[in-house]
């Protein structure tokens, strides 16, 4: 196997370290160095030529081949197994509506993956407690591959090129997993069916996000007052007309599918909830000041249209919440994608099943 | 335990032929000068209060266009348009790293339908724009720096910005 990249020859592996340290080549924590041997061996993984290009940038004028995302994913510490994934995820993050460029260098998102279907259980993806924290070396190392990717090959050098005022800790990793159970018992249909990518496939959703807001309601038992807070939690964002990530946490998600409720009833129940007055927003000084009185009582609303609101299901079942994630500044400039995985994609993503003796 | 350990560099280390900007003309008088807005708050007020600068130095204007998206590159069509139309073009105001990239790109674009393209971005965007041209491979694009921030400014802060900005223009026009 021919691989292209610069060679660097170092003593040891603390030399490695301070080799990604001295060209801010990584998030600040120690890499998994990627020797020529780890490398081949994702490239083996991925089931496709080193050289191909598999997204371009046009605003930098840069292209992202195969062999580049796993020299990232050997440095962030990925399976190799998650290869198709990250290169699903790519695949999405290149594609045109999503405005890589600016979502990387300006406003404070991170792109927050929600991987969904089969490839979940395959790759032991995190879908319950803690679901947006640490601990799960899926979610973990494949979150961080994209940071490392964004930074080496998309310019987002925080500080340099990444100009964000504050940034968010979702920009060390952002990767969620759909449940696998929960969102189908009722018979609602996983996130990228709503999004044109067939049922039964497993799909990486990309979404320039913020950092999530919990929306908490443990008193409720019917879905009203449980969608009002959601919907509340969604009112501090930029009204600049972007989508919105909604987490339904599993007793949310149980109370509301027993009262019948599809998600696209759902949907419509948010955008009618998620809204404010010019005036209202005028007074917390969130619009330029070129609104009349007469415009006072006119509503925005956080996003254009209820099919924005992109529903999914996940985090632990102890307690009553769900977390929205806002959008990026630019709003409609970035939007959401899926992208599926092909059945070949799909089935490379499989962690072998520990021997045990 | 130190039997060396070669590493595969993470970058697009991509080697690049380079060039050079084109030479900006003696003297805008006479020319016809084309106005790239980028669409960032204030740069179309700006880019006026240049414009009425430039002409009493006698350059002509010749052509309008805002990019109907901030964070992205012009589209070929327009800049086919402007450079038909335009003996050189002004273009900006770069005051974000997501926009200033793009603005740069867009004029070293203009450059290669060979138009003198003066590139206006903010002192907290010099480095930003410098990234932008080595990338496109035009490292030395001159760049037209005028006081971040702009969003914000009153007209008369915005016009002490466009003289400075007529100053640099001015004096580089023997390059």
Redesign the interface.
């Known amino acids: 196997m021919t ?1 292209a ?9 603390d ?2 370290q301070d ?2 340290i001295r ?1 801010g ?1 990584g998030d600040g924590l120690p890499v998994v ?4 041997e780890r ?1 081949e061996r994702f490239v083996e993984a991925s089931g496709i030529p080193a050289d191909r290009v598999i997204g371009r940038l ?7 081949t195969l062999e ?1 995302i796993a ?2 994913a050997v ?1 962030a510490g990925c399976r190799e197994e998650s290869m198709s994934v990250l290169v699903a995820t790519v695949r999405a993050l290149t594609r045109e509506p999503f ?1 890589l ?3 990387t ?3 404070a998102t991170a792109p927050l993956l929600i991987i969904s279907g089969p490839v979940v259980d395959q790759l032991n993806v995190n879908t319950s407690f803690s679901l947006f924290g640490p601990g799960h070396h899926a979610n973990a190392t494949i979150g961080r591959a994209v940071r ?1 990717i964004l930074q ?2 998309c ?1 987002g050098v925080p500080g ?4 964000s005022t504050f940034g968010h800790p979702g920009k060390y990793a952002y990767c969620i997993g759909e449940s696998t159970t929960f969102p189908h018992a009722a018979g609602w249909p996983p996130l990228h069916a709503d999004r044109g990518v067939p049922a039964d496939q497993s799909a990486v959703t990309v979404f320039a996000g913020e950092a999530p807001v919990n929306a908490r309601n443990d008193w409720a038992s019917e879905p009203g007052p449980i969608l009002a807070t959601i919907a509340d939690a969604m009112l501090p964002c930029h009204y600049t007309g972007g989508s919105f990530v909604v987490v339904i946490g599993p007793r949310h998600a149980e109370i509301i599918q027993r009262a019948g409720m599809t998600k696209a009833d759902v949907r419509e129940e948010l955008f009618r909830l998620a809204r404010r007055s010019v005036g209202a927003l005028r007074r917390a000084g969130r619009l330029p000041d070129t609104a009349t009185p007469e415009d006072e009582g006119e509503e925005r609303t956080v996003v254009r249209r209820p099919e924005d609101i992109l529903i999914t299901v996940a985090g632990g079942d102890a307690y009553g919440y769900s977390a929205v994630v806002p959008y990026w500044v ?1 709003g409609h ?1 970035s939007a959401p994608v899926t992208e599926g995985l092909s059945p070949q994609e799909a089935e490379r993503c499989q962690i072998p099943r520990r021997e045990t003796s | ?14 080697p690049r032929e380079t060039s050079g900007a084109l030479p900006r003309p003696a003297t805008l008088a006479g020319l016809a000068v084309g106005y790239l807005d980028n669409g960032k708050p204030n740069s179309d007020r700006f880019l006026t209060l240049l414009s009425a600068r430039l002409r009493e130095d006698g350059a002509l204007d010749a052509a309008w266009a805002r990019k109907p ?5 012009a589209s070929d069509e327009m800049l086919d348009d402007l450079a038909a139309q335009c003996d050189v073009v002004v273009t900006g105001v770069g005051d ?4 200033c ?2 603005t740069v ?1 867009d004029a070293i674009a203009l450059e290669r339908r060979g138009v003198p393209t003066y590139v206006v971005c903010t002192t ?1 965007m010099v ?2 724009a410098k ?2 041209a080595r ?3 035009v490292p030395e694009l001159p760049l037209t720096v005028i006081d971040h921030p702009l969003g914000s400014l009153t007209d008369d802060l915005l016009a002490v910005r466009a003289d400075v900005a007529l100053g640099q223009i001015r004096g580089r026009a023997d390059r």
Do not use: Y
């Not at chain 1, 046009?58 to 992202?64: F, I, R, T």
């Not at chain 2, 998206?69 to 590159?73: D, E, Y």
């Open positions: 691989l990249s610069t060679r660097h020859a170092v003593a040891d592996a030399a490695a080799l990604f060209n080549w160095p990627p020797t020529p490398v046009p605003e930098q004028g840069a292209a992202l580049k020299v990232n440095a405005n460029h600016s979502t260098v300006s406003g490392l080496n090959l310019g340099v090129l990444d100009k630019g400039e | 335990m130190t039997e060396g350990l070669v590493v595969l560099d993470p970058t697009a280390d991509v998206s901030i964070g992205r590159v974000c790293a997501g926009c990239s793009c790109r907290e480095t930003t990234i932008a990338a496109a491979g």
